[in-house]
């Protein structure tokens, strides 16, 4: 079992920067690929980013390339999730996920799921 607790969401202004972070515990996260989702108010669950067990590969949705950044820290058993340049449409809660996943961009491949925070953005 893994227990995965998010934290770092708020309240910021577009163009200003986030960083959330995946804290795991019961085991330890390096066995698990990592990935962000978010759900935003009358949507549906979506994919944010995804770091492999190492940390040598990422992936993000074409949305978020190169204002987010997610990083691993295996030492600290935490996942990060740099967010820069925001903007109101990424508003929405954000969770973590770990699994031994085949499809990495899908939430059902997801086992372990953190409670969510919140992030706003406003313009």
């Known amino acids: 079992q893994v227990q995965l607790v998010e934290s770092g969401g708020g309240s910021v202004q577009a163009g200003g920067s986030l960083r959330l972070s995946c804290a795991a515990s019961?085991?330890?996260?390096?066995?698990?690929?990592v990935g962000w989702f978010r759900q935003a108010s009358g949507k549906e669950r979506e994919f944010v980013a995804t770091?492999?067990?190492?940390?040598?590969?990422?992936d993000y949705t074409d949305s978020v390339k190169g204002r987010f950044t997610i990083s691993r820290d295996n030492a600290k058993n935490t996942v990060y999730l740099q967010m820069n340049s925001l903007k109101p449409e990424d508003t929405a809660v954000y969770y973590c996920?770990?699994?031994?996943?085949?499809?990495?961009?899908?939430?059902?491949?997801?086992?372990?799921w953190g409670q969510g925070t919140q992030v706003t953005v406003s313009s």
């Open positions: 996920a770990a699994g031994l996943t085949v499809v990495p961009t899908a939430a059902r491949e997801y086992t372990y």
């Open positions: 770091i492999t067990r190492s940390g040598t590969n990422t």
């Open positions: 019961g085991r330890i996260l390096n066995v698990y690929r």
